[in-house]
Each structure stands twice: as C-alpha cells, then as structure tokens.
C-alpha cells in the first residue's frame, strides 16, 4: 500500500494564479482532510470529507475550495494565489470510525506565493 | 475543544527514557486522548491514544492520571529517530484533530 500520496511535493506561484494539489489514497478510507502548516506552527484543518460527494469547512477554508468525487481523491484547490498561502499542506484519511480512528497524513506539499 | 498545554521543548540523551507530559485540565469524559509525532520535513504520525487505562504499543506508553487531567507520553529509550514535533490532542473520536504548538524533543548522543 503506497497509503497517502501528494503531488506536487513543491510547487512555487505568483500572486493571481491557481492549481490544484493532489491527494490520494489507497487504504479506502471515507474520511479525508486538508490541513495547512505555518512555519513553527501546528496543523490547521481547512477541509474535510466525510465520503464521496460530501466536504465541510474546516477551521481556516477561505481562498480554497475541494471536490470529492470518488473514494479515493480528494484535491485542493486554490483560484486567487496570495502569499498568505504560503505554507506546506498535508492531506490525511482516515476509516471514519469513531471510537479510534487514526488519521494517516501525506508527505505533504511546500507551497511558496511571491 | 478542549486544549492541552505542553511545552516547547525537551531535550533526551540517547538510550534513556522520555517523559513528555500534556496538561489537559477541561477533557470532557468522552475525550480521547491522542498522540501524533511530526518527523523533520514529514507529515505527522501517530504515535497512540487512549481514554482511560494506561497504553502501551510498539513506539511508547501513554500514563493517563486518574482524574485524566494530565496524561505522558513515555518513549523508553530514546534513539535520534525520536526528534520530533509530539503533539498530545484531544478528540472524541479521532476524526477532527485539533493541532497545538506541540514538544519539540531533542535527542542528544
């Protein structure tokens, strides 16, 4: 099992451009989410997924939007680059059940807006 | 949500035990306790969680006070693997994790 993967592993933008970052997973996990980390900082939830078809906001979702349409990917995607998103991001899945789920992350893509 | 306090940093010689402790004053009696570890430049891993009982697995024990305000993190012999972020988090089920700032440990040889 490759677990998570994302793609790009880095990626640099200009303000006012768009992309999409990857996630999948092959575990076929129901929950998946996005996270963003500051340096220094812990992770931050942005989005997350409860199945197909399903998203929710998480704590910081403005300047991001995602789609899930099959089991096993979920993308990120941001319209208007600012150099706000500067950050790494994570994706992780989990099974989704409730009394001790754990969540496997990605290894992440460093995201860099001048 | 219920916030756990830890701090900053640790430091370990190699080979010998760590306690890294998380104060956790306001965990409601259905609050999981959870641990993840962050490895440079990786994405965070779990480490182990429990609710009431004391843990044990492969990588550490988790100690749970018996009032469960406080709980800590026990790697038995620490190797420089072990550097990391560790972060201690409570949830109730495991699916919305809540990251603070975390222990950042150092290990030393």
């Known amino acids: 099992n490759a677990g998570v993967t994302q793609t790009p592993k880095f990626r640099i933008l200009k303000i006012g451009q768009s992309m999409t970052l990857q996630c999948t997973q092959d575990m076929n996990h129901n929950y998946m989410y996005w996270y963003r980390q500051d340096p220094g900082m812990g992770l931050k939830l942005i989005y997350y997924s409860v199945g197909a078809g399903i998203t929710d906001k998480g704590e910081v979702p403005n300047g991001y939007n995602v789609s899930r349409s099959t089991t096993e990917d979920f993308p990120l995607r941001l319209e208007l680059a600012a150099p706000s998103q500067t950050s790494v991001y994570f994706c992780?899945?989990?099974?989704?059940?409730?009394?001790?789920?754990?969540?496997?992350f990605g290894p992440g893509t460093r995201l860099t807006v001048l | 949500d219920a916030k756990t306090t830890q701090p900053n940093s640790m430091e370990s010689n190699e080979e010998e035990p760590v306690h890294l402790p998380c104060n956790h004053s306001t965990i409601s009696g259905t609050d999981y306790i959870h641990w993840y570890r962050q490895l440079p430049s990786q994405g965070p891993e779990y480490v182990i969680h429990g609710l009431t009982s004391n843990v044990n697995n492969r990588m550490a024990s988790l100690a749970i006070a018996e009032d469960r305000k406080s709980s800590t993190l026990i790697l038995h012999r620490a190797t420089l693997r072990d550097a990391a972020v560790y972060y201690c988090?409570?949830?109730?089920?495991?699916?919305?994790?809540?990251f603070g700032g975390g222990t950042r440990l150092m290990v030393k040889p």
């Open positions: 992780a899945s989990s099974s989704g059940d409730t009394s001790t789920d754990t969540q496997y």
């Open positions: 988090i409570l949830d109730n089920a495991g699916n919305m994790l809540t």
